[in-house]
């Protein structure tokens, strides 16, 4: 699933979304801090037409206690 439909299915889930702080730049790859009821998980910035890695994913969902097999894309997960 491309990075732009898997924030789109995180927000409609009542996530917020923060860049990192200014004490993390130039450290590594980009990435976003996704928040939800107190729980926290980074998640890589990549263009928004790029392929999110279906395990960071899962990692992000399971972070954020979301039911991964809830994702938008094949039924084959469950």
Known sequence: MDS??????????GCRFDPF??????HG???VTVHREGR?????LVGSNKAVDP?????ICQA???????????QSRA
């Not at 702080?21 to 130039?26: I, K, L, Q, V």
């Not at 395990?55 to 990692?59: F, K, L, N, S, Y």
């Not at 954020?64 to 094949?74: I, S, V, Y």
């Open 21 to 26: 702080g200014a004490d993390e730049r130039g």
């Open 4 to 13: 732009a439909t898997f924030r789109s299915w995180l927000a409609e889930r």
């Open 55 to 59: 395990e960071t994913a899962r990692a």
């Open 40 to 44: 926290t998980a980074k998640l890589p």
């Open 64 to 74: 954020l206690e979301l039911d991964w097999a809830e994702l938008p894309g094949p």
């Open 29 to 31: 790859h980009g990435a």
